[in-house]
């Protein structure tokens, strides 16, 4: 998913600057948003299509964020909208960040929570069932199982393993580049080693699997990396046919700059 930005119209010189600042505090708060992952299909929301505009204006920046459908899990929205405002408000020259939730069944509940800085607990009340922050380790430790799975299934691929010594390879074992990138990631989100010696196959805690384990680990970890894609895949569908017409190219990110450039 490509954000586009509003053309400017070649600025008078004393304007070139200004028209500088604008377009790296845009990059910046683009960046920004990258860090922000849908929990469940650990894809950045820029990617996946759910950042529907960027708007820059004298008192800060505005985001307003959408989703493939109304009835898209809350618990999941409200992470999405609360790490989004975290990471803007990390961006220099971000000022005041607002970052609202549209066409969602819960935005009035979400986007009042969020302004109001209320907490997960303080928006939902009763109604939430479990801390983000286990919401958050269980679907982190799923991107880990996932991200393993990609690694071991290209060392074996390329011959750099084999089945039977699963069990005994290492980070260091592993060829670099995104795939493993990725692993060492999402290892470190769940506080696992990333010595290269530190073993590739383990559990959620890093523990080494016995090797009569590895089979069933390796056909559960295979399930969690296709669903996840597929969720992906679907979520994507979904997005297009809601604001595209089923043209997932067209999904785009409006930027606007409102900020005086005099």
């Known amino acids: 998913m490509s954000a586009v930005a509003t053309p400017v119209v070649s600025p008078a010189p004393r304007d070139r600057a200004s028209a500088r600042r604008g377009a790296s505090l845009a990059n910046d708060v683009i960046e920004a948003l990258t860090t922000v ?4 299909l650990d894809e950045p929301i820029t990617e996946l299509g759910f950042v529907r505009s960027v708007a ?8 307003h964020l959408r989703l493939p459908t109304s009835f898209c899990a809350p618990n999941f929205a409200y992470l999405m909208v609360s790490d989004a405002q975290d ?3 990390r961006v220099p020259g971000a000022a005041r960040v607002t970052v609202l939730l549209d066409d969602h069944h819960d935005s009035d509940k979400i986007n009042a929570g969020i302004a109001a800085d209320a907490g997960y607990l303080g928006t939902f009340g009763a109604e939430a069932a479990e801390s983000l922050d286990a919401l958050r380790l269980t679907f982190q430790r799923k991107a880990h199982t996932a991200a393993m799975e990609r690694c071991v299934m290209a060392a074996l691929t390329s011959g750099a393993a084999r089945l039977e010594d699963l069990g005994s390879l290492t980070l260091g074992d592993l060829a670099g580049g995104p795939t493993k990138e990725a692993l060492l990631r999402r290892r470190a989100d769940i506080g696992l080693g990333l010595a290269p010696g530190d073993l590739v196959v383990v559990d959620e805690h890093g523990d080494a699997v016995p090797d009569e384990e590895l089979p069933l680990r390796l056909r559960l970890a295979t399930s969690v990396r296709i669903s996840i894609e597929g969720n992906a895949h679907f979520c994507r569908g979904l997005l297009a046919t809601r604001y595209a017409n089923g043209d997932s190219d067209a999904i785009t990110t409006d930027i606007t700059d409102t900020r005086s450039t005099s």
């Not at 992952?37 to 469940?40: A, G």
């Not at 820059?56 to 985001?63: E, I, Q």
């Open 37 to 40: 992952k849908d929990p469940e």
């Open 56 to 63: 820059l204006h004298p008192s800060g920046v505005t985001v």
């Open 87 to 89: 990471a803007l408000r």
